[in-house]
């Protein structure tokens, strides 16, 4: 198999005002084929912004990204992005914001909103596509970013930490279908990239999670979770991986 | 017991599924609420609504799901909803809505309130906020804001 | 494509059919035919503004270079009174273009400087206090430049644009006598349109013709608000929050304007695409000529100002100069007066409607904000006239012009009072001093701040055209800033007239950076 997405040496650093922020440096990390990965640390240690970098919505001071054998430089087509704050359009109804990736590529109106209601539906949101963003409950919000971000059928999934704008049931909810999403081989996505700060999430959802320390942040371990799905959070080896990142992170 | 519409919406109710399945399908209800860090006054309306649509069953204080709320679990997304669909025409007041107005039909609010205030204790507005969510949610009703009507498919 | 182009074919059609009317027109043509003249001109102007606006409230957002240069420039034409502009009119247009093109290119142009500069500052703050994570969610999806104008930013700053367009459209009113009658030196030009007809009838002493060109104005006013504004600010608002069902409102209106509104989004959507086909084509020479256009502005402000400074010494100072200080002095304590006799009642009758939940006086009091009161300052000099009265007249005209900006915002400031605040000065039994003191006035002067800013702008503009007004033989002529200002146009003395009104705006930006703006920063960190 061969890797998906490659990170060498990657330092990014920020400069403000005359003060210079080095939010990493060396990080090098690789990710496969079908992988689950989340990417956990301390607050302001970085990972967003490590994110953004894969992504390409940002550059990196030094160091190298790629993905499927190409080097990242701009915004990459076969990466596409849930964002915590939801990020929807709020002019744009349910269906025009699921298919607004599609319009950038061109795509005439009837093809879209076919493949649209498609995802639309994947979500469960059949019914809502001529609504607003205002009219729609977070949990809502956030599927209607979920099915935007597969509509563009991504080869990489990022997510920057898409739950923690939602309460504590619907996030559970949540969590569930994207697993769902995910382990469903017919559809997108085969390959997640998460950011979270919650660390029971990160063991129950991934295939293996990534540990940053504070920035300037390093990687202070790599996690491959072996656990039969579906998983159970009060199991012996749950609690197990969960107090093993707890005490990389202290 | 009168069943008139679930208070809270389908990703809580499923959220409070997944969580007590965690937990051999059964908890107190104050130790999901300390867990969850949610207040009663959050935790209530969910375990009352899935309740109320035979997913939970509330035993001396302990919520435990049902076979029913089992399966559901299991389901696809689109499998839910079809789920959902069927439960809520068949334990809330959109049934009775049905049969007092029809399908493929168009009702003003002010009718449709007055039927309300007919068939519910109290606090309409609230009620008429929530059987308009779900009746989006199923699928079978939409509310037109601008002509104020509520159209039932 | 369709839509765009007929929207285009359209335009063209109204401006051939405003020609046609406009040459066809004398001042003995029907005052309904001459009201039509000036709502198209306005429309015109409104375009003009619009596209100003955009253009230059997304350049100063998108740069801080930009920002760092535009800015200021338009705060200082912001202060600049429109009677200011008569000078450039006349060399940039009235003396390059012959007949009718130059005068009425010159008066869209002084209406134009009447409803741009609030658009552009509107564009300008609405986009940068956006929503940072649309641009990355744009990024993400590869959204290409056109498609983030299109999809990201016309339709984020719509709101403001549909908010500013009422507002200019109503100071545009304001001016509207100012801008259709241009006198400057000997020569006086003027267009037709119901600005003119009121102007006219003023002098002649025409008293029902004056009423009629109120009537005229009054009544296009409350057709514009409720055919145009009104749904305009209905759909603004809806994508930001939940509809809500508006009582009397039949049917056919809201499906009418639902049509309306998308189709006119759509068109406007393709006509900017084919603007940006053009663009395209100039693309790789688009930085030479944004330079070159800069450099032609800043060259050209300079030309002016060094021909002022070139008339001041080779003719010396005017007489008239001498008592500038006077004047500045005089139209301050007028400006002074008129705000705290706004105050006076304004703060009384606020707390009413606030204590008693008077919501009709609301919609009243916007009803009645919205007919410009300078319509009726040829009435008011005809009422108010000789000695003490002319004072009186003035202030009167004066209070007109500013009090509906601080009307509004000390409501809005007295709104904004949190309700816990009223139950824990309740529980505690503030007595009313107190309660006064310590709830009240707190919580209302930062909105009180933030009106008295603008409402002392439109002051120092209302200034302008109230210190010099006549009805008939009535004239009234008070010595301040203004009637200096209007005089020395008037007689065309360019020396005199750059230098009032380079002291004019000093005056007005240091008022607004000492006083107001440290308010503001003092009351903003407090809270």
Excluded at chain 1, 143 to 161: F, I, K
Excluded at chain 3, 320 to 342: C, D, E, K, N, Q
Aim: with cysteine; proline share 4%.
């Amino acid at each position: 198999m061969s890797d998906l997405l490659v990170v060498k040496d990657l330092r990014k650093v920020y400069e403000t005002n005359d003060r210079q922020l080095e939010l990493f440096k060396d990080l090098s990390f690789t990710m496969e084929d079908r992988e689950f990965v989340s990417i956990i640390g301390p607050s302001g240690c970085g990972k967003s912004t490590l994110l953004r970098l894969i992504a390409g919505l940002d550059k990196p001071t030094s160091g190298s990204i790629v993905f499927q054998g190409q080097k990242v430089i701009n915004e990459n087509l076969g990466i596409s992005m849930v964002f915590q704050s939801f990020g929807l359009f709020p002019w744009l109804n349910v269906i025009d914001n699921v298919a607004i990736g599609l319009e950038a590529k061109g795509m005439n109106k009837k093809d879209r909103y076919e493949i649209a209601k498609k995802y639309i539906e994947k979500v469960g949101l059949d019914g809502y596509e001529e609504t607003y963003p205002s009219e729609l409950s977070g949990g809502m919000k956030q599927r209607v970013g979920v099915a935007r971000a597969l509509a563009v059928t991504p080869t990489l999934l990022c997510m920057d930490e898409p739950f923690s704008a939602l309460d504590a049931l619907t996030a559970e909810n949540l969590r569930e279908e994207v697993l769902l999403l995910w382990e469903d081989k017919e559809f997108p996505p085969d390959s997640v990239l998460m950011v979270t700060h919650n660390v029971e999430e990160a063991v129950y959802m991934s295939t293996r999670i990534l540990v940053l320390s504070e920035k300037p942040a390093k990687l202070i371990k790599d996690v491959k979770i072996s656990l039969d799905r579906p998983r159970n959070k009060k199991s012996e080896e749950f609690q197990e991986y969960t107090d093993l990142i707890y005490s990389c992170l202290t | 017991m009168t069943s008139v519409i679930p208070k809270a919406g389908v990703s809580k109710i499923i959220g409070l599924l997944e969580f007590l399945h965690d937990f051999e399908d059964k908890k107190d209800a104050d130790e999901i609420a300390s867990e969850l860090k949610l207040d009663l006054d959050d935790i209530l309306p969910v375990i009352k609504s899935s309740e109320m649509l035979d997913l939970v069953k509330v035993d001396d204080g302990q919520i435990k799901l049902t076979d029913l709320g089992l399966k559901l679990l299991k389901q696809t997304i689109p499998e839910r909803k079809e789920y959902f669909k069927t439960l809520i025409l068949s334990k809330t007041i959109l049934s009775k809505i049905i049969k007092n107005f029809g399908r493929n039909t168009v009702v003003k609010r002010h009718d449709f309130i007055k039927f309300l205030e007919k068939e519910v204790p109290e606090d309409v507005a609230l009620h008429f906020e929530k059987i308009i969510e779900w009746g989006q949610y199923i699928e079978l009703l939409k509310y037109d804001r601008n002509e104020d009507e509520i159209h039932i498919q | 494509m369709i839509k765009g182009l007929s929207l285009i074919i359209f335009l063209a059609v109204l401006i051939t059919g405003f020609y046609y009317l406009d040459i066809t027109s004398s001042q003995n043509s029907s005052p309904f035919l001459l009201l039509l003249l000036t709502l198209f001109r306005m429309f015109f102007a409104l375009l003009l503004s619009l596209a100003f606006g955009l253009f230059f409230g997304y350049l100063a957002a998108r740069s801080s270079r930009a920002e760092r240069l535009v800015i200021p420039v338009l705060d200082i034409l912001q202060s600049v009174p429109i009677v200011g502009f008569f000078p450039l009119v006349f060399v940039l247009f009235l003396t390059t273009f012959p007949g009718l093109i130059g005068i009425e290119l010159s008066c869209i142009f002084l209406i134009f400087t009447s409803m741009a500069w609030n658009l552009a500052f509107g564009v300008f703050e609405s986009w940068k206090t956006r929503d940072p994570a649309l641009d990355e969610v744009a990024n993400s999806f590869g959204l290409t430049n056109k498609l983030k104008f299109l999809k990201v930013f016309l339709p984020s700053v719509s709101p403001t644009l549909i908010y500013n367009s009422i507002l200019s459209w109503s100071i545009a009113w304001f001016f509207l006598l100012v801008s259709e009658v241009i006198s400057v030196g000997n020569s006086t030009n003027y267009v037709h349109g119901v600005g003119s007809f009121l102007a006219f009838s003023a002098i002649q002493g025409n008293l029902p013709n004056t009423l009629i060109g109120l009537g005229l104005i009054l009544s296009s006013v409350l057709f514009i608000y409720v055919f145009v504004w009104k749904p305009l600010l209905k759909w603004s608002k809806s994508y930001y929050l939940k509809p809500e069902k508006s009582i009397f409102i039949p049917r056919y209106y809201n499906d009418f304007y639902e049509f309306l509104g998308n189709f006119l989004s759509e068109a406007v959507k393709e006509v900017f695409e084919i603007l940006f086909f053009f663009y395209d084509i100039i693309k790789p020479y688009r930085k030479k000529i944004l330079y070159g256009l800069f450099y032609i502005l800043i060259l050209g402000s300079l030309y002016f100002v060094l021909q002022t400074a070139y008339y001041l010494f080779s003719y010396g100072f005017d007489s008239s100069l001498s008592s500038i200080p006077l004047a500045i002095l005089y139209s301050f304590l007028r400006i002074l007066i008129a705000y705290l006799l706004s105050l006076l009642w304004i703060f009384p009758v606020c707390f009413l409607i606030y204590k008693y939940k008077l919501s009709f006086f609301d919609v009243i009091s916007q009803a009645i904000s919205s007919l410009p009161a300078s319509a009726l300052f040829p009435l008011i000099a005809l009422v108010f006239s000789g000695g003490i009265l002319s004072e009186v007249g003035v202030i009167i005209m004066i209070m007109l012009g500013m009090m509906w900006y601080l009307f509004f915002n000390v409501l809005a400031g007295f709104n904004s009072i949190p309700s816990d605040l009223e139950e824990a000065s309740k529980v505690f039994k503030l007595n009313s001093f107190l309660y006064f003191k310590r709830v009240l006035f707190p919580a209302v002067i930062p909105s009180l701040i933030v009106g008295s800013i603008t409402a002392w702008g439109a002051g120092w503009n209302a200034l302008v055209i109230s210190e010099v007004a006549s009805f008939g033989h009535t004239t009234y002529h008070q010595l301040g800033i203004g009637s200096l200002l209007v005089d020395s146009v008037a007689k065309g003395s360019q020396a005199s007239t750059g230098v009032i009104i380079i002291v004019f705006v000093l005056v007005v930006l240091l008022l607004n950076k000492v006083v107001w703006k440290k308010l503001l920063s003092h009351k903003l960190r407090v809270n």
